[in-house]
């Protein structure tokens, strides 16, 4: 059954289909954060116009921290993959990377979610970005780029709002006017 995550903003609502199915890792680590509320109270630190929208970082409750995009899940926690594995997070929170398999070719696509990283092995966590233009430059499978981000879902309803954030007034990328995830669930 596909799983579909609600983002409720300040700015407004919108929702993602996951695939959960095809990358069950980080959807499970998704699914784990949004439903334990880690989410909530979080603002979106990184907004670019014909680019993306990054969130997920826990130093970004506060709109204005300079350790925001730094951030990430606890270190050494567990959680559930939807494949019904438990998987541990590293210890400085980063999950293991799912790329390399044909199931997993997902392109960076506008609407798609797709996990942030260092562009180090297993430094994805809590931060995914979600696109609003063509980047795939950033696909595992480009080698154009040293870029590796799996896209993990994609936006199916309100994704207007989406490209409404990505456009509005920013200093240094960062929203002028904070934008706030008020709570990401997972159904």
Same mark, same amino acid.
């Given at each position: 059954?596909?799983?579909?995550?609600?983002?409720?903003?300040?700015?407004?609502?919108?929702?993602?289909?996951?695939?959960?199915?095809?990358?069950? !890792?980080?959807?499970?680590?998704?699914?784990?954060?949004?439903?334990?509320?880690?989410?909530?109270?979080?603002?979106?630190?990184?907004?670019?116009?014909?680019?993306?929208?990054?969130?997920?970082?826990?130093?970004?409750?506060?709109?204005?921290?300079?350790?925001?995009?730094?951030?990430? @899940?606890?270190?050494?926690?567990?959680?559930?993959?939807?494949?019904?594995?438990?998987?541990?997070?590293?210890?400085?929170?980063?999950?293991?990377?799912?790329?390399?398999?044909?199931?997993?070719?997902?392109?960076?696509? @506008?609407?798609?979610?797709?996990?942030?990283?260092?562009?180090? @092995?297993?430094?994805?966590?809590?931060?995914?970005?979600?696109?609003?233009?063509?980047?795939?430059?950033?696909?595992?499978?480009?080698?154009?780029?040293?870029?590796?981000? @799996?896209?993990?879902?994609?936006?199916?309803?309100?994704?207007?709002?989406?490209?409404? !954030?990505?456009?509005?007034?920013?200093?240094?990328?960062?929203?002028?006017?904070?934008?706030?995830?008020?709570?990401?669930?997972?159904?």
């Amino acid at each position: 059954m596909t799983k579909i995550a609600t983002f409720n903003t300040s700015m407004g609502s919108f929702r993602a289909e996951l695939y959960d199915d095809k990358m069950p !890792i980080t959807v499970g680590n998704f699914i784990d954060l949004a439903n334990t509320g880690f989410y909530d109270g979080v603002h979106f630190h990184r907004v670019i116009p014909d680019f993306m929208n990054q969130f997920g970082c826990p130093h970004a409750k506060d709109p204005k921290s300079r350790r925001s995009g730094t951030g990430g @899940p606890q270190p050494n926690t567990q959680f559930q993959g939807s494949d019904g594995r438990v998987y541990k997070r590293t210890h400085d929170g980063g999950i293991p990377d799912e790329i390399g398999q044909p199931h997993q070719r997902i392109t960076n696509a @506008p609407g798609t979610l797709s996990m942030a990283n260092t562009g180090q @092995p297993q430094s994805g966590g809590s931060q995914f970005f979600i696109n609003v233009a063509d980047n795939s430059n950033l696909d595992w499978f480009d080698r154009s780029s040293p870029s590796a981000h @799996p896209v993990f879902g994609k936006v199916v309803d309100g994704y207007d709002l989406v490209q409404k !954030i990505s456009r509005v007034r920013t200093v240094n990328d960062n929203p002028t006017v904070p934008i706030q995830m008020i709570s990401i669930r997972v159904q």
